[in-house]
């Protein structure tokens, strides 16, 4: 089918308006992809598209000269150079917005790309606040567009097959559910550098975009921005979310029920805001307890297994790492705890060990590979079905994570309404599910 009769097509069967200002692509067309942010995992998810011949480079945006004369070097072709994404967005021949830039600009430039017709692939944390992850969704929803939040393990095969086996409650039911970010920074993290004057004015404004104006300090910018409250959550968001979204996909659960978390910055001597010792506890219905361990400024392992996550059922425990999982039967399964007497132990001498294994260990592996998360939304956009990591799911994960620094902020115990995203017992904690945009700069 050519690509008119294929709109008129789609458009007889009464498919969205929003596709109609977009083109509607067959199994073998090439995708035409614009790029907003090009810095390290900007970098890192276009190799991940180069991989697949039907991903076209047409458009780069970033506020560096050299990231997007990189990025033109790799592309096939001859992408056209924007400084401004409002441009790139106005660009006919850009069907899809990659975004890779700092998490306080995802919710702006991700409601103008569905705005203006495109498809688009986000990086995650998806927001910097619940408020704009909610028009997020509303947004992609409202437009029809195909969306994938860049939470890449949800389309590497091992993590689907440890979902799966969680779920199907091979390991019973998992009560505790945990991850870990333990890396320490100890004593002098990411530096200390002065505030100065910003080496380019232009490019500072457009960094800081929607954030509040601060005085410049180059720890605020390329990749440490990470480690700042006004454009990132942090570790919690950070690492946090990619955790927080196996568990959540583990456990099929969608949100929490109640958040409490402690921490701070208690040695890393650098100009860090976030913590660099910190614990959140969620509890979701299951009931499970949900764990966030960061650990910046201590010893490492995590744990004695050295996995990013654990879930602990009542039979047995799903370990995960970055390329494989594994599950250890618990020994201690349908043993009777409580009260014995003298006599009682002769017993169980003379019957052998009461422990009984309740299931057979099992391992698998794979690889975490962003191409095929790539692939995966390169698909969705031909067939205008869901990704793997949809802006939904992208919302559940981002939005669970930034209700722990909430916590933190407010120092409490919260307790959240899912339907409704709003906390119940704390009124002054609900001011932090949104803020106030600097001017010029609006959420829509
Ligand atoms: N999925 C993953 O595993 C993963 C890994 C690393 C980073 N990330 C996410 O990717 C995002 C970017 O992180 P990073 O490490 O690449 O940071 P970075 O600082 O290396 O890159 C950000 C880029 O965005 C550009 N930029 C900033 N404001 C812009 C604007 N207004 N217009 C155009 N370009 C602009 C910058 O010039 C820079 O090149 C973050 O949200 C981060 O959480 C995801």
């Known amino acids: ?61 970033d506020l560096r000269d050299d990231y997007m004369d990189l990025a033109i070097k790799k592309s096939r072709g001859t992408p056209k150079k924007y400084k401004e994404y409002k441009k790139l967005l106005e660009d006919k021949d850009v069907d899809a917005a990659v975004i890779c830039t700092p998490d306080h600009w995802h919710a702006l430039m991700f409601i103008e790309a569905c705005n203006a017709g495109k498809d688009v ?15 997020m969704v509303e947004t992609a929803q409202r437009t029809k567009r195909v969306t994938q939040v860049g939470i890449h393990r949800r ?22 559910a945990k991850g870990f970010h333990v890396q320490n920074e100890w004593p002098k993290g990411i530096g200390n550098p002065p505030d100065e004057k910003p080496p380019n004015e232009w490019e500072w404004e457009h960094w800081l975009g929607p954030a509040p104006k ?12 990470r480690w700042f409250h006004d454009y990132s959550g942090g570790q919690l968001t950070n690492f946090g979310v990619h955790y927080m979204d196996m568990l959540r996909w583990c456990l099929g659960q969608d949100a929490p029920k109640a958040v409490v978390a402690m921490g701070g910055k208690y040695a890393v001597q650098d100009n860090r805001e976030i913590p660099d010792t910190m614990e959140v506890l969620w509890e979701f219905d299951g009931p499970t307890l949900v764990i966030f361990t960061q650990y910046n400024a201590s010893a490492a392992p995590p744990n004695l297994n050295d996995a990013e996550m654990e879930l602990r059922g009542t039979k047995g425990t799903m370990y995960l790492f970055g390329n494989r999982w594994e599950v250890v039967p618990e020994k201690n399964a349908e043993k009777l705890f409580g009260y014995r007497t003298p006599l009682d132990r002769g017993i169980e001498k003379s019957y052998g060990p009461s422990r009984k294994q309740a299931m057979e260990p099992k391992s698998g592996k794979g690889s975490a590979n962003t191409a095929f998360h790539a692939r995966n939304f390169l698909d969705g956009v031909k067939s205008r079905g869901k990704c793997n990591c949809d802006i939904l799911t992208g919302h559940l994960s981002t939005s669970a994570t930034i209700l722990g620094n909430i916590a933190l902020k407010t120092r409490s115990f919260l307790e959240w309404d899912t339907k409704n995203e709003k906390f119940t017992n704390n009124a002054a904690a609900n001011k932090y599910l949104s803020y106030q945009y600097r001017a010029p700069y609006k959420l829509p």
């Open 1 to 61: 089918m050519n690509e008119l009769t294929r709109r008129d097509f789609t458009r007889g069967l009464g498919v969205a308006t929003a596709l109609s200002y977009s083109r509607i692509l067959g199994a073998n067309d090439r995708l035409r992809l614009g790029y907003i942010g090009l810095g390290n995992r900007g970098d890192q998810v276009h190799d991940a598209f180069l991989e697949h011949p039907d991903a076209q480079t047409v458009a780069v945006c």
């Open 121 to 135: 692939y986000v990086e995650k944390p998806l927001s910097l606040t619940v408020m704009e992850g909610r028009k």
């Open 155 to 176: 389309s590497a095969k091992f993590c689907q097959e440890a979902a799966e086996i969680v779920r199907s409650g091979a390991i019973g039911q998992v009560t505790v």
């Open 214 to 225: 601060k005085p410049y300090n180059r720890n605020r910018t390329y990749y440490n921005f």
